[in-house]
């Protein structure tokens, strides 16, 4: 091929790549989309993601049919709701696994990034960035008992890989506990405290020095400690969600995580929470550290904590510890955590989940909610094994996985979204926004109602 012909060529494929960016950027742009249009996007979606993404999506997403004649392609949102391309709305009690405690697209959160946006959206890295003083000084206030630096991340799996690193360099130990059924995330550091062997084991090993114990087990605990202190490998931190949840919405016993923050001190080690889906007002408190009366030293956040509407998240933690990063702050460094839009977001946030309140309404709803739903699964313990939950985190066992599965799709078919898929549906997961209304609940309770009465168990 000459170079003249092969010019030719990258041009014109340029020249195709630009008219198609234009056709995207010009959908973006719309406030409406017409039939045509949603059966491009539909068209378009399905084969980038069997081309381009991964096609194994396609299998595992309740949301396509056999032969992907129809998929449900997502395209806007507001409050409890979003929509998808064709304009069939859905009450969304997924909630992205707990991003939307303010609600999807709260106002208050979106006006607060795009003033931000229209200054300045990113930081130079050099200059000092006002925003993320401002946000950890409120974090300061918010987070329980002594917590005060804060390190800013873009996710919950970041968020725990800083507190691992920040538990190494302030106690120069190696060893860490967490528990079965955890979940931290998946990047070789959070995974080593993930507890899903089916996620693990291709990467075996990870770092050197994790345990994994039953979760609520306090006498394996205190074993664990004992064994590791006996054998000179001293317990740098304990890893902890206070609430699991990936897990299945394990609630601790009763007792427990005071009893591990003993053995914590018992063992100079430290307590890291790893509150990416329970913080941020799901529980019915800011943080469920609260609801349980007691302070870790370090604190992971994420998920909700950009308001639903930019990836944000950060740790937390007592001058003690995070003094380790005093002398060298570049120890552990990202380059977009704490951009300014990030830190607009999660400020904002902050301020709507104080001003309406909305931590104190998860307690309510949640509790209104819990309820409803024992009630409308009378009768049906044959198929449901346990609903439980602690506000606006809710999971509904069944017996078998495909049970979780057809009702996750029966209630998506009823314009519901709960988590539940083809492979992970044993408890599914109900994490709406906090604001969502009565009415929705009502909503939620009596389709979850008609579609047991329609499923065989
Ligand atoms: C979702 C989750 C994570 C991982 O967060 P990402 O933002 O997906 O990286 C970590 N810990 C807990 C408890 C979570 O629920």
Same mark, same amino acid.
């Not at 381009?52 to 194994?56: Q, R």
């Not at 990416?276 to 529980?283: D, L, P, S, Y």
């Not at 003094?323 to 570049?330: A, E, L, Q, R, V």
């Not at 926004?433 to 209304?437: G, V």
């Given at each position: 091929m000459s170079v003249d012909f092969k010019q030719e060529l990258k041009s014109e494929q340029n020249q195709n790549v630009s008219e198609y960016i234009n056709k995207v950027l010009s959908l973006i742009e719309k406030e409406e989309i017409n039939e045509v249009e949603a059966a491009w996007i539909t068209k378009e979606t399905v084969d980038g993601f069997r081309e381009?993404?991964?096609?194994?999506f396609l299998e595992y997403r309740k949301t396509v049919t056999e032969g992907g004649q129809f998929a449900a392609v997502e395209w806007s949102d507001n409050g409890s709701c979003f929509k998808d391309v064709n304009g069939k709305e859905y009450i969304d009690c997924l909630g992205g696994f707990g991003i939307y405690n303010v609600g999807h697209r709260n106002p208050k959160v979106v006006k607060a990034v795009t003033d931000q946006l229209k200054r300045?959206?990113?930081?130079?890295?050099?200059l000092l960035d006002p925003l993320r003083a401002m946000l950890a000084k409120i974090l300061a206030d918010i987070?329980?008992?002594?917590l005060k630096y804060a390190f800013f991340t873009n996710s919950g799996t970041e968020s725990v890989e800083a507190a691992l690193k920040l538990a190494k360099m302030y106690s120069e130990r190696t060893t860490f506990i967490s528990t079965t059924r955890?979940?931290?995330?998946?990047s070789l550091g959070s995974l080593s405290g993930t507890a899903k062997g089916m996620f693990r084991k291709p990467f075996l090993?990870?770092?050197?020095g994790f345990r994994h114990v039953p979760f609520g087990d306090i006498d394996m605990m205190r074993k664990t400690f004992e064994v590791c202190a006996a054998v000179g490998e001293d317990v740098a931190a304990v890893l902890l969600e206070p609430i699991q949840g990936e897990g299945g919405i394990i609630l601790p016993p009763e007792g427990y995580l005071k009893q591990v923050r003993e053995l914590c001190d018992q063992y100079g080690s430290l307590l890291i929470f =790893?509150?990416?889906?329970?913080?941020?007002?799901?529980? +019915?408190?800011?943080?469920a550290a609260e609801l349980y009366e007691v302070v870790p030293d370090i604190i992971c956040l994420a998920k909700a904590f950009g308001g639903g509407v930019m990836p944000a998240g950060a740790v937390v933690a007592t001058e003690n510890v995070f003094?380790?990063?005093? =002398?060298?702050?570049?120890m552990h460094t990202t380059?977009? +955590?704490?951009n300014p839009l990030a830190c607009a977001a999660a400020i904002a946030t902050i301020g709507v989940l104080i001003e309406e309140k909305l931590p104190e309404r998860a307690a309510e709803v949640g509790a209104y909610f819990l309820e409803e739903l024992k009630k409308a699964a009378k009768g049906h313990e044959d198929k449901v094994q346990e609903i439980r939950g602690q506000g606006l985190m809710i999971g509904i066992e069944f017996h078998q996985d495909e049970i979780g599965y057809e009702v996750s799709k029966g209630m998506f078919d009823r314009g519901i979204l709960v988590a539940g898929t083809l492979i992970n549906s044993k408890t599914i997961r109900i994490e709406p926004?906090?604001?969502?209304?009565y009415e929705e609940v009502n909503k939620v309770v009596n389709t979850l109602k008609e579609v047991l009465e329609h499923i065989n168990g």
């Open positions: 381009h993404v991964n096609p194994g300045q959206a990113l930081h130079s890295q050099d987070t329980p008992g002594d955890a979940f931290h995330g998946k090993p990870l770092i050197p =790893d509150e990416v889906q329970t913080g941020m007002g799901r529980t +019915g408190k800011m943080f003094k380790s990063w005093f =002398d060298n702050p570049f380059t977009f +955590g704490g926004a906090l604001t969502i209304s």
